[in-house]
């Protein structure tokens, strides 16, 4: 009976060291996706909405294509970094990420391949399911890593999302501060539990 009690110990002992590590690994510098993600999508979506409020122009909106190229980047750099220790945590963690990441590219495509059978693109999709997505991987992380405010900050961008979904569904037009509501969610479901991470990450060093 002692042996199993001293065996759940150790295995909970290991879970935790695993999650620290996974923790410490989200350093800013090092491979930190939260803030990365998170700062490069704010400030595009507060440039995009300046830029569309000032020229009237909503060709601006294909700004948002730049989020592919700030993927490619992120997924460079973060090879780059090398941590000593590789979780398995680590690894469930890339994973979730490279799950939604595909769900994300495969939306972009079916709008296309849909717009172009029945001649009618509507890549506004792409803004509320994207919160979706992202919110969706934030508290899948954060149940993993056990940090409470990554697991309902996304519920910031859920109601964005929703809101936004129910204005297409109910044939209304998109609004420039569509733009603004993306970032703001990304600043609370990103930005800020990123912040803590790292905070609680350098404590722990």
């Known amino acids: ?121 509507d890549f506004a999709l792409m803004m509320p399911l994207s919160l979706l997505y992202v919110g969706i991987g934030v508290s899948i992380n954060g149940i993993i890593l056990r940090e409470r405010w990554m697991i309902y900050s996304p519920l910031v961008a859920f109601l964005f999302a929703f809101y936004m979904l129910m204005m297409l569904v109910t044939g209304r037009h998109i609004t420039v501060v569509w733009n603004l509501y993306l970032g703001l969610s990304f600043v609370v479901m990103q930005i800020i539990p990123g912040h803590i991470i790292n905070k609680k990450a350098k404590h722990q060093c």
């Open 1 to 121: 009976m002692e042996d199993k009690i001293t065996s759940e110990k150790e295995s909970l002992e290991i879970i935790s060291r695993m999650i620290q590590s996974s923790k410490n690994n989200m350093q800013v510098g090092r491979g930190n996706y939260l803030l990365y993600s998170g700062y490069f999508t704010a400030i595009l979506s507060v440039t995009l909405f300046v830029l569309i409020t000032i020229t009237h122009n909503g060709m601006w909106s294909w700004g948002w294509m730049l989020m592919f190229v700030h993927h490619f980047v992120i997924t460079y750099k973060r090879r780059q970094y090398k941590p000593l220790v590789v979780t398995y945590t680590d690894k469930v963690i890339r994973q979730v990420w490279r799950v939604l990441g595909s769900m994300f590219s495969l939306t972009f495509i079916a709008i296309a391949i849909l717009g172009e059978t029945y001649g009618q693109y």
